[in-house]
């Protein structure tokens, strides 16, 4: 059974970088045929996929490009997991922040509320 | 991007009668695999999403008979032929054939 459990701060200052880390039990972030994904949720409650990593003999990432230049999504191979960074955050990116394992997003972390506020 | 439009808004359905909710795509979501790479996703209050349909149509591991997911061209249904209690929440779209990835606007079904 793939679990994926999710940990990181629940509060960020305007400015700052926002830190989220996922990690996995069941799978490998290594594995060829799945993808890890970072998806959040505003407040108003509507999903946006903001990217992924995976490995194909390589690794790729994609990323949103809302976000584009100030994200960045790392697996780390020793422990299993995969992180999220997001830099130069502003209160628009409080949401709850979501790990899961895609191409179909069929296992989800437990989601972590990140508020950005000073 | 592709965009998802869903409809309705919100749905408010007697237990035991059916339901059904459209996604509409801005474009074609059909693979080259043959394959329409659209999923339906099911948020129940307090819990992340959870797979309900992959594929346009197919049913994912342990979710009810009564869930069925159709394509018609750029048109995807999901349809609920009797509503239970527990189907309760808000329903999403999600398309996988291109990035960035794009979710509809959700569905809230509540049970009158």
């Known amino acids: 059974q793939v679990q994926l459990q999710q940990s990181g701060p629940g509060l960020v200052k305007p400015s700052q970088t926002l830190s989220l880390t996922c990690a996995i039990s069941?799978?490998?972030?290594?594995?060829?045929?799945?993808?890890w994904n970072w998806i959040r949720q505003s407040p108003s409650g509507g999903l946006e996929w903001l990217g992924r990593?995976?490995?194909?003999?390589?690794?790729?990432?994609d990323y949103a490009v809302s976000v584009k230049g100030r994200i960045t999504i790392n697996p780390d191979t020793s422990k299993n997991h995969f992180s999220l960074q997001l830099n130069s955050v502003t209160p628009e990116d409080t949401a709850v922040y979501y790990c899961a394992r895609g191409g179909h997003f069929d296992y989800w972390g437990q989601g972590t509320l990140v508020t950005v506020s000073s | 991007d592709i965009v998802l439009t869903q409809s309705p808004l919100s749905l408010s359905v007697t237990p035991g009668e059916p339901a059904s909710i459209s996604c509409r795509s801005s474009?074609?979501?059909?693979?080259?695999?043959?394959?329409?790479?659209l999923d339906w996703y099911l948020q129940k209050p307090g819990q992340p999403p959870q797979l309900l349909i992959y594929l346009g149509s197919n049913r994912a591991s342990g979710v009810p008979d009564r869930f069925t997911g159709s394509v018609s061209g750029t048109d995807f249904t999901l349809k609920i032929s009797r509503v239970e209690a527990e189907d309760v929440g808000v329903y999403y779209c999600v398309q996988l054939l291109q990035t960035p990835l794009t979710f509809g606007g959700g569905t809230k079904v509540e049970i009158k």
């Open positions: 069941g799978d490998s972030v290594s594995s060829s045929t799945s993808a």
């Open positions: 474009q074609s979501l059909l693979h080259s695999n043959g394959y329409y790479h």
């Open positions: 990593t995976y490995y194909r003999s390589t690794w790729y990432s």
